[in-house]
């Protein structure tokens, strides 16, 4: 691959990274409660890791760099989304969820839980 390509790669890798976190922290400031806030902490902050570390891959390809790119992203996305499950669950049973936000709450029980009609 030739400099100039490697060099737009690289801007776009970069930029792509910077605004999937922004993304996530403008998410994690605004939305109103703990389950939102979870998933635009989560999903987008991943997808911002995942293009940083494919333009270091791209930028220095070799067994070593890829294979920790590999193992990097494999543990983030096997990790952060078991994290953020398990912190929503403290959170509900803190009962920091508001139950207004949630379409079904299957965590409820079910004299809590009436049915919403048909689907």
């Known amino acids: 691959m030739n400099d100039l390509a490697r060099e737009i790669l690289t801007a776009v890798l970069v930029l792509a990274a910077a605004v999937m976190c922004f993304a996530a922290g403008v998410g994690v400031i605004r939305f109103p409660?703990?389950?939102?806030?979870?998933?635009?902490?989560?999903?987008?902050?991943?997808?911002?890791l995942i293009a940083v570390t494919v333009d270091i891959a791209v930028n220095d390809f070799s067994l070593g760099t890829v294979t920790l790119v590999a193992a990097i992203v494999a543990f983030q996305v096997l990790t952060a989304p078991m994290a953020a499950h398990l912190v929503a669950r403290a959170a509900y049973a803190q009962g920091h969820p508001r139950p207004d936000l949630l379409f079904v709450d299957e965590l409820a029980p079910a004299d809590r839980n009436p049915p919403r009609g048909d689907w």
């Open 33 to 48: 409660d703990v389950l939102s806030r979870l998933h635009a902490a989560t999903k987008p902050q991943i997808l911002g």
